[in-house]
Nanobody, 126 residues
Framework: QVHLVESGGGMVQAGGSLRLSCAAS????????KAWFRQAPGKEREFVAS????????YYEDSVKVRFTISRDNAKDAMYLQMKSLKPEDTAVYFC???????????????????WGQGTQVTVSS
């Protein structure tokens, strides 16, 4: 059993930056494909970015492609999401996900992962 914990969320003004972290306890996720998803109020959980193992591939949702960077640190069993030039529409609860439950080519969807964190709130004010 793996327990994923997100951190780094908060409230920032538009144009600001935040760095989200996802750490694992219990079962390691260092060799797992990992991803970030987000869910805004009243909306479905949507894909943000994913990173495969060992060397990728990396996918981004189009609206974040230039502004967000996903990375992983296998030694620390952690994953990160550097977010820059934040916009009010980025406001959401951000979730990390790991452990694909089926082979996958292309960007993974929320139904493809077996492990999820509880989420961290990101609020961007205009």
């Amino acid at each position: 059993q793996v327990h994923l914990v997100e951190s780094g969320g908060g409230m920032v003004q538009a144009g600001g930056s935040l760095r989200l972290s996802c750490a694992a306890s219990g079962r390691s996720f260092s060799t797992s494909t990992k991803a970030w998803f987000r869910q805004a109020p009243g909306k479905e959980r949507e894909f943000v970015a994913s990173i495969g193992w060992p060397g990728g591939p990396i996918y981004y949702e189009d609206s974040v492609k230039v502004r967000f960077t996903i990375s992983r640190d296998n030694a620390k069993d952690a994953m990160y999401l550097q977010m820059k030039s934040l916009k009010p529409e980025d406001t959401a609860v951000y979730f990390c996900a790991a452990h694909l439950i089926r082979p996958k080519t292309g960007p993974p969807g929320r139904d493809d992962f077996g492990s999820w964190g509880q989420g961290t709130q990101v609020t961007v004010s205009s």
